[in-house]
């Protein structure tokens, strides 16, 4: 039974991996939009890229929350069944 | 010599006018290589994220399958954010590429002015030693300049020509790149959702864009986008349609009459249609312009100018009570109908005004939106011409209701032409599609309904047949 439980954890693991890629890819997208709206030199570019930034570094952050809960998720289907192999063993 | 008092301008290449353009194409590059980087590296991580639930075999369930179907989404989210993303970069690369492109010609139109400069200089320079030695040739006496004009005006004209040139040519340059600008915005804005509002967007564009992607959200209305967005904007533009398209003939003909008899025919009056109602009617049959009932709907004085009504009335008490009379006389002399109609009018107003405003100064909202702003802007103008012609009618505000009335109906005909032709292209299958898929849905619940009210009556009858064999005592 243990055995599933460290796919479990091996999956919770790559999930809150994934969480962090994506907040990676979130800091990235606000800095490189930035780089770009202090170069762009004009007041429409610069406000454009702010809506951009705000936007899609909004979603990206709503997904890392949602890939966070996800790892949790699974984080804690693997706690449980430890402690039901604990209780199980107890029992025997 | 410089007998020209007015000169030419006093230009230098250090004039604000041909200014390098603000910006650094290169930085603007690398940071959409790079967002384009991020973008494809969100898409790649789209695909990794349903591996990371373990499989089927290590983990079932119902809390797996929920896992699962979360990572689905949350991958579907991710996919479609790398693909929303993506037109960012091209549109930063051609900003880049127009920066880089103004910035080229700013400063060879810099050079062009220095060579200008040069030039008029040393032009000036050759006139003036040319003068130097005119005297010599030159009879004494006070004579008419025998050689012609003074030639450094001439010369001083010419160059202020060619500086106004250069001067145009550096403000097309500026130009050009605002209306660049503004493209680059408009595509990183169509990269975000319509629920967030555009730069310079009016109201009634938004509130449409937004309806429209919110109703693109079913499934059968997805394949008919387009048609959505035409029908969106025929039903939220058809009250104001319906008002521009009953009031704006209705004071053309008026007017025209004024100007054939010159008589005061700007009083409300019954329209056709409630006039048929009230002949239908019976029990309203006789009421004619001068019944009660028609002096409360249309007014003791039809064509009084309310405000001049209140102020008079207003005048003729004092306080409290003279404010009491003022609006009881007013209100009886408008009825109604005109109570109503300013009411109307003025909460239209109001609206088209926030609408206006919404787009912020006229000159950029112009540049931005055109005839879409200029569309804007009649609308406000028939507004405020309605419930002026409400107060006071007179031809004054009735001609304004009429011209600003078509020219609202004309640019908004020709800028939803493209709509227009969609819903007359698209309507039918809209509707057939949204029929057989509502139909199918009713069929389908329909069917579910069957199926649970059939297996209730089979439970019901297995579980008499148990009672009764329970009962049965040779069973």
Redesign the interface.
């Known amino acids: 039974m243990r055995?599933?439980g460290s796919?479990?954890q091996?999956?919770s693991a790559?999930?809150g991996?994934?969480a962090r890629?994506?907040d990676v890819?979130s800091q990235?997208?606000s800095d490189?939009?930035g780089?770009?709206s202090?170069?762009?030199?004009?007041?429409?570019?610069t406000?454009?890229?702010e809506?951009?930034v705000?936007?899609?570094g909004g979603?990206?952050q709503v997904?890392t929350v949602?890939?966070d809960?996800?790892s949790s998720?699974?984080r804690g289907?693997d706690t449980c069944m430890t402690q039901t192999d604990a209780q199980l063993a107890g029992g025997s | 010599m410089r007998s020209w008092q007015g000169g030419p301008e006093v230009v230098s290449v250090n004039d604000g006018d041909f200014a390098d353009?603000?910006?650094?194409?290169?930085?603007?590059e690398?940071?959409?290589t790079?967002?384009a980087d991020?973008a494809s590296?969100?898409d790649g991580?789209a695909g990794?994220?349903p591996?990371?639930?373990?499989?089927g075999d290590?983990?079932s369930g119902q809390?797996?399958d929920a896992?699962r179907t979360?990572?689905q989404?949350?991958a579907t989210?991710?996919r479609s954010?790398a693909a929303?993303?993506l037109p960012?970069s091209p549109a930063?690369r051609e900003?880049a590429s127009s920066?880089r492109e103004a910035k080229a010609t700013m400063s060879k139109l810099r050079l062009e002015l220095q060579q200008e400069m040069d030039r008029h200089s040393a032009r000036l320079r050759a006139i003036a030693t040319e003068a130097s030695l005119r005297p010599a040739l030159v009879p004494a006496g006070p004579v008419a300049p025998p050689f012609g004009p003074d030639p450094s005006i001439a010369e001083d004209l010419e160059h202020a020509a060619a500086v106004a040139d250069l001067r145009r040519r550096a403000d097309q340059v500026r130009d050009d790149?605002?209306a660049d600008?503004?493209t680059?915005?408009?595509?990183?804005?169509n990269?975000?959702?319509q629920l967030?509002r555009g730069?310079r967007e009016s109201l009634t564009d938004y509130l449409q864009g937004a309806a429209g992607e919110l109703l693109e959200q079913i499934p059968v209305l997805r394949k008919h986008s387009e048609t959505v967005d035409a029908a969106l904007w025929a039903f939220m533009t058809a009250p104001q349609a319906l008002v521009v398209g009953t009031q704006a003939p209705k004071r053309a003909i008026a007017l025209m009459n004024y100007w054939k008899n010159k008589d005061a025919i700007f009083a409300t009056k019954y329209s056709l249609l409630q006039r048929q109602a009230l002949t239908r009617m019976g029990w309203a049959s006789h009421m004619d312009d001068a019944s009660a009932l028609s002096r409360f709907w249309l007014g003791a004085s039809r064509e009084a100018n309310l405000l001049s009504t209140f102020s008079t009335a207003v005048r003729g008490g004092s306080g409290w009570s003279g404010l009491a009379t003022g609006v009881s006389t007013t209100g009886k002399a408008a009825g109604l109908s005109r109570v109503l109609g300013v009411g109307g009018a003025g909460a239209a107003t109001l609206l088209s005004a926030a609408n206006v405003a919404a787009q912020g100064n006229p000159i950029d909202a112009w540049k931005a939106n055109g005839t879409e702003y200029a569309a804007d802007v009649a609308e406000l103008g028939f507004n405020a011409s309605l419930t002026t012609f409400m107060v006071a009618p007179n031809p004054w505000s009735a001609g304004a209701v009429a011209i600003t009335g078509v020219a609202w109906a004309g640019l908004e005909i020709y800028n939803h032409r493209e709509d227009i032709a969609n819903l007359a292209k698209g309507a039918v299958p809209l509707i057939t599609d949204t029929y057989d898929a509502v139909a199918t849905k009713v069929d389908d619940t329909v069917d579910a309904g069957k199926r649970v009210v059939t297996e209730a009556a089979s439970n019901a009858v297995d579980d008499a047949k148990k009672v009764a064999s329970a009962l049965n005592p040779f069973d």
Not at chain 1, 38 to 45: C, I, N, P
Not at chain 2, 21 to 28: K, L
Not at chain 2, 51 to 55: D, K, L, M, R
């Open positions: 055995a599933v796919e479990l091996a999956g790559s999930t991996g994934a890629a994506v890819a990235q997208l490189h939009a780089a770009a202090g170069a762009a030199g004009h007041a429409d570019v406000g454009g890229l809506d951009l705000t936007f899609h979603i990206l997904l949602a890939l809960a996800l998720e699974i289907f | 353009p603000p910006g650094d194409p290169s930085t603007v690398d940071a959409a790079r967002l991020v590296g969100v991580l990794s994220v591996g990371c639930v373990p499989t290590a983990w809390t797996a896992a979360s990572a989404g949350v989210a991710l954010e929303a993303l960012a930063l900003w920066l790149l605002d600008a503004l680059c915005r408009r595509a990183l804005e990269t975000c959702s967030v730069h």
